[in-house]
Structure formats: structure tokens, C-alpha cells
């Protein structure tokens, strides 16, 4: 999909969920701190998402990111091939994301395969509610990943387990792209790292 497409697509979904919660714009941006104006542009794609902004509207919307990037209103698969699994570009990052898993597979697992290139950094906020967690897999090269003030420096083969219920960055200091998959589970929250 072009990126023109995926931002009309991400606009509609993010639309479709913020009505689907019975929130204004102007709630939208009193709960996620993201101007109302800016969440209109992204609503109409007449601007790109990145992934602060996005992370920032989904923790406001109670929802995750792979249900804004996987645009995906069908029933449950169990299979999704490579050719139809959505790709997501962060504009100011190069961050590139895959969302493996097929839509909203039944085990309530979803996968990502990530591809954060070299020097890059992606920054999330805390989740206030419905927070959940995950595991990084290293696949290739090196990650470092802060936690609040905590940092773990992941390479080849290293696996982390952590929430989002503080603010997370995942920080490429190398000079060679990395990357990694995200596996994460609906439902589930827990205590501190």
C-alpha cells in the first residue's frame, strides 16, 4: 500500500475509533495532549502519523497501534501471508513496522516484526489505562530499550519481557539497522520491570 493510501486509512480507522468512543476532537485531544487540529489532519491525511502521535491517540482510545496500522475490519484469520501483512513507515524515524499476525487472531497474540534503523529513536509515552505487555526478540543487530529511567541493551538472540505502562524508547545506537519482533498479549498488565 502507498503511503497516500495507508494515511487515508489510518485517518478513517483512527476516525472510526475515536466515534466508535464517543469522543469530540476536542476530547481526543484533552485525553491523548495532541492538538485538536493535528488529530484533524491526521483524521483527513493531510499529514502523517508518526509513531509519538499515533502511540499517544491509541493510549487515548484505549486500543494499540496494531489496531490503527492493521486496518483490519474482517473477521479473525488464522493466516496471514507475507504479501498481505500490513506495512507502517514512521515518517520521522525510518522506524518501519509489520504487523505478522493475522487480524485479530483468536490466541489474542499479535506479532510485529520491526526494522529500527541505524542512529534511530522511537519514543512512547505511558499507557494510563488498559496497559498491556509484551516481549522484544532480537533478531538481528542492537537495541537499547528505556525504561523510565532503566536501560537494556539487547542484541542477537536476547529477549526482554516489560509493560507500557511507563514511558518506553527503543534507541538504535549503532551504525546497522536492527531488528526485532514484538509479541505482545491482550489483557495482560503487571507490576514494574
Same mark, same amino acid.
Given at each position: 500500500m502507498d503511503q497516500q493510501k495507508l494515511d487515508r486509512a489510518i485517518g478513517r480507522r483512527l476516525k472510526t475509533l475515536r466515534t466508535q468512543a464517543g469522543m469530540t476532537l476536542n476530547e481526543l485531544a484533552g485525553r491523548s495532549g495532541v492538538s485538536r487540529a493535528m488529530i484533524g489532519r491526521v483524521e #483527513?491525511? +493531510? *499529514? *502523517?502519523?508518526?509513531?509519538?502521535?499515533?502511540? $499517544?491517540?491509541?493510549?487515548?482510545?484505549?486500543?494499540?497501534?496494531?489496531?490503527?496500522?492493521?486496518?483490519?475490519? $474482517?473477521?479473525?484469520? #488464522?493466516?496471514?501471508?507475507?504479501?498481505? +501483512?500490513? @506495512?507502517? #513507515?514512521?515518517p520521522d524515524s525510518g522506524y518501519r513496522r509489520r504487523h505478522a499476525s493475522p487480524p485479530d487472531a483468536a490466541s489474542g497474540i499479535?506479532?510485529?516484526?520491526?526494522?529500527?534503523?541505524? /542512529?534511530?529513536?522511537?519514543?512512547? *509515552?505511558?499507557? /494510563?489505562?488498559?496497559?498491556?505487555?509484551? +516481549?522484544?526478540?532480537?533478531?538481528? /543487530?542492537?537495541?537499547?530499550? @528505556?525504561?523510565?529511567? $532503566?536501560?537494556?541493551?539487547? #542484541?542477537? /538472540?536476547?529477549?526482554?519481557?516489560?509493560d507500557v505502562m511507563r514511558a518506553v524508547t527503543f534507541e538504535n545506537e549503532t551504525k546497522q539497522d536492527a531488528r526485532y519482533v514484538i509479541i505482545t498479549r491482550r489483557g495482560t498488565s503487571y507490576g514494574k520491570m
Open positions: #483527513r491525511a +493531510q *499529514s *502523517s502519523a508518526t509513531a509519538a502521535l499515533l502511540n $499517544k491517540l491509541c493510549a487515548a482510545l484505549d486500543v494499540t497501534l496494531s489496531d490503527v496500522v492493521a486496518l483490519s475490519e $474482517k473477521p479473525p484469520e #488464522r493466516l496471514t501471508r507475507l504479501a498481505d +501483512q500490513p @506495512h507502517w #513507515r514512521d499479535e506479532i510485529i516484526v520491526v526494522d529500527l534503523p541505524a /542512529g534511530a529513536r522511537v519514543s512512547y *509515552s505511558p499507557w /494510563g489505562r488498559n496497559a498491556f505487555t509484551q +516481549q522484544l526478540l532480537m533478531l538481528e /543487530g542492537a537495541v537499547c530499550v @528505556h525504561i523510565d529511567a $532503566k536501560t537494556v541493551r539487547l #542484541r542477537d /538472540g536476547d529477549c526482554l519481557d516489560f
